[in-house]
């Protein structure tokens, strides 16, 4: 302490303050391209048009869309502790699990066991979208 109040090791800064400095120009460096950019054009092909027809979903808030938007519009929440597999040796236990999910009737049973849990979900939310749209039911194949 004794040798912080000495008044040999406390001196003034050599430094200028920030306010008597004199301000510097910012120089400013034009950015050259080949060719300009811009947004692409719309396309005027009406065969080349998407338009969606129909909705599809498997979600955690349920597997079909209207289970999904009257959840959604009354603010629930569909993070819970998670209990597919041991969450303990992980510093977040909780998250979006999807419950309920059955791929029956869009997914055979040989595929069904084989395929992942996300193409699952995928195919199953893409079929539920083109029954939506009316056009799936017998015109489906089974993958």
Avoid: H, W
């Avoid at 003034?12 to 303050?17: I, N």
């Avoid at 791929?103 to 939506?132: Q, S, T």
């Amino acid at each position: 302490m004794q040798a912080l109040q000495s008044s040999s090791l406390l001196r003034p800064s050599q430094l200028t303050p920030a306010a008597k400095r004199p301000m510097k120009r910012p120089s400013f460096v034009a950015a050259s391209s080949s060719r300009p950019v811009s947004a692409p054009k719309r396309e005027t092909d009406p065969k080349k048009r998407v338009v969606i027809t129909g909705a599809g979903l498997v979600s955690v808030f349920g597997n079909d869309v209207d289970a999904y938007y009257d959840r959604l519009l009354s603010g629930e929440s569909g993070i819970t502790t998670i209990d597919r597999f041991d969450a303990s040796k992980f510093p977040t236990r909780f998250g979006g699990q999807i419950r309920g999910f059955s791929a029956e009737g869009y997914i055979d049973g040989k595929n069904d066991r084989r395929l992942d849990d996300c193409l699952r979900y995928c195919i199953v939310a893409g079929k539920k979208a083109l029954e939506d749209a009316d056009l799936g039911g017998d015109r489906l194949g089974k993958v």
